[in-house]
């Protein structure tokens, strides 16, 4: 089941709004800084549509703030989140970014490969701005809808469509209108 929270981009840019004066850091795995070299260098905004392994359609926006670091360290001290923000809102005068959109942060160095994670909170740090990231993960969605995933006992994939139900009738149960006598021949 899917438990990630995710962190919409109206909440995101709301938070770094409060405070626009603080340094803005990246966390990832293992309490690790994205370089304070950081340069935001493209916001993405992709429309996903899919369906599912059981035939659902599922539809869902997402805006993707790419970073990249350098290979020589330029900086001591990462950006302030105003610098970010003024970034963000050059992009959203080319670009009207869906408030109800699901954040995500793409990185990755030499040392860590290149991937979106979500921006699990965002906590003021004496002089930082910490956005913690947690990383993104398969799913089946066939869970969420609280089916199952793989095979259930009696050999049934989640995945198969469902089969139409099939009425019987007992004709054994009906009158006999075909015995000798009933008046059907």
Known sequence: MN???????GDFTAQ????????????????????????ITEIKQAPITSVDCGGVMNKWTEVIVQLWEPSEKQQERAMTVGKALSIIDLV?????????AIVKIEFGN?????????????????????????????????INRGGSCGTDDKGT???????????????????????????CC
């Open 3 to 9: 438990t990630t929270k995710t962190l919409k981009w």
């Open 157 to 183: 994939e989640c995945c198969e469509p469902a089969k139409p139900k099939v009425t019987l009738i007992n004709l054994a149960a009906e009158t006999a209108c075909c015995t000798p006598g009933g008046g």
């Open 16 to 39: 770094l709004r409060l405070q626009p004066a603080l340094h803005l850091q990246f966390k990832y795995v293992g309490n690790k800084f994205v370089d304070a070299a950081y340069h």
């Open 110 to 142: 030499s040392a860590f490969d290149a991937r979106q994670m979500y921006p699990s909170d965002i906590n003021a740090e004496g002089e930082n701005l910490v956005v913690n990231l947690t990383a993104d993960q398969t799913q089946c969605k066939a």
């Open 92 to 100: 959203e005068k080319l670009l009207p970014l869906d408030k109800g």
